[in-house]
């Protein structure tokens, strides 16, 4: 059974960092992008950040680039995603998710793509 399973999400002051954590399970994800999502009740669910099995460069959404950086172990089956400079609209429930590398582009990561998501964490950026 595949699991993904988030931490690190909390409050923190605008301007803060915080460090997200997804420890993935139950197969390997070569050729596959891991990444996060995250969703704002009441709106739909956008793409942050990804990144596939190789070295080949990150995806980023506009709104975060400069500031958000992903990374990845593939030997633990883990990604991070390190947030600097938060702002208060980056508040959100932060999904991991994990799907085919051909769902990613230029524009980030399509979410109908994605085979498998963790259950999120909360992350609230006060003014």
């Known amino acids: 059974q595949v699991q993904l399973v988030e931490s690190g999400g909390g409050l923190v002051q605008a301007g803060g960092s915080l460090r997200l954590s997804c420890a993935a399970s139950?197969?390997?994800?070569?050729?596959?992008?891991m990444g996060w999502f995250r969703q704002v009740p009441g709106k739909e669910r956008e793409f942050v950040a990804a990144?596939?099995?190789?070295?080949?460069?990150?995806y980023y959404a506009d709104s975060v680039k400069g500031r958000f950086t992903i990374s990845r172990d593939n030997a633990q089956n883990t990604v991070y995603l390190q947030m600097n400079s938060l702002k208060p609209e980056d508040t959100a429930v932060y999904y991991c998710?994990?799907?085919?590398?051909?769902?990613?582009?230029?524009?980030?990561?399509?979410?109908?793509?994605?085979?498998?998501w963790g259950q999120g964490t909360l992350v609230t950026v006060s003014s």
């Open positions: 998710a994990a799907g085919p590398i051909r769902y990613c582009s230029g524009y980030g990561c399509s979410d109908y793509g994605m085979d498998y």
């Open positions: 139950g197969r390997t994800f070569t050729s596959y992008a």
């Open positions: 990144r596939g099995w190789s070295s080949a460069r990150p």
